[in-house]
């Protein structure tokens, strides 16, 4: 049987993102990582927690935490009246909420397009990136999910 290379991208070499946006940025998280996409209503702050995080709140009886996704990026605060969305993901057994600007389409994007991080790219985004791909002028940033919680809970530890 021959093997033909010319084929579009399989569901192997290619992964399929949840596309979102946070201060103007497109970011993409691997489907593979999202539970749920929401709107967070009713966040219940939480006293003595990290800057970045919003709070708790119960999704489908499940308790949350809700992680501000501008403030973790540094970002100026939304709009009072903004509209927020939030991702469902987990991580290290915990469910978390990552609140963002907006959720896009799902792409499917092939492995071979990813490029490790420009040199010129934003301290912040990088601190929390698995790679690049770049989409008709727009850059979209792989959300590494293991980076992003890796860099918050450091500088709790090491207080």
């Known amino acids: ?14 992964i399929q993102y949840v596309t979102v946006v946070i201060g103007g940025q497109l ?22 927690a990290a800057p970045e995080v919003a709070g708790v709140l119960n999704l489908r009886g499940r308790i949350v935490t809700a992680i501000d996704m ?8 939304r709009d009072e009246n903004s509209q927020v969305m939030a991702v469902g993901i987990e991580h290290k057994g915990e469910s978390y909420g990552l609140v963002i600007d907006t959720v896009g389409e799902v792409l499917r994007l092939a492995n071979s397009s990813k490029e490790p991080n420009p040199s010129n790219l934003d301290k912040r985004w990088a601190e929390i990136s698995g790679g690049v791909h770049r989409l008709d002028g727009k850059l979209m940033i792989i959300l590494d999910v293991s980076r992003l919680f890796g860099a918050m809970v450091e500088p709790l530890a090491a207080a």
Do not use: C, W, Y
Request: glycine fraction near 2%; avoid cysteine; proline fraction near 9%.
């Open 1 to 14: 049987m021959m093997h033909n290379d010319n084929l579009a991208a399989t569901a192997e070499d290619s």
């Open 27 to 48: 970011f993409g998280l691997p489907i593979s990582q999202v539970h749920d996409v929401f709107v967070p209503e009713s966040v219940t702050r939480v006293p003595l």
């Open 70 to 77: 501008r403030k973790r990026l540094h970002l100026p605060d």
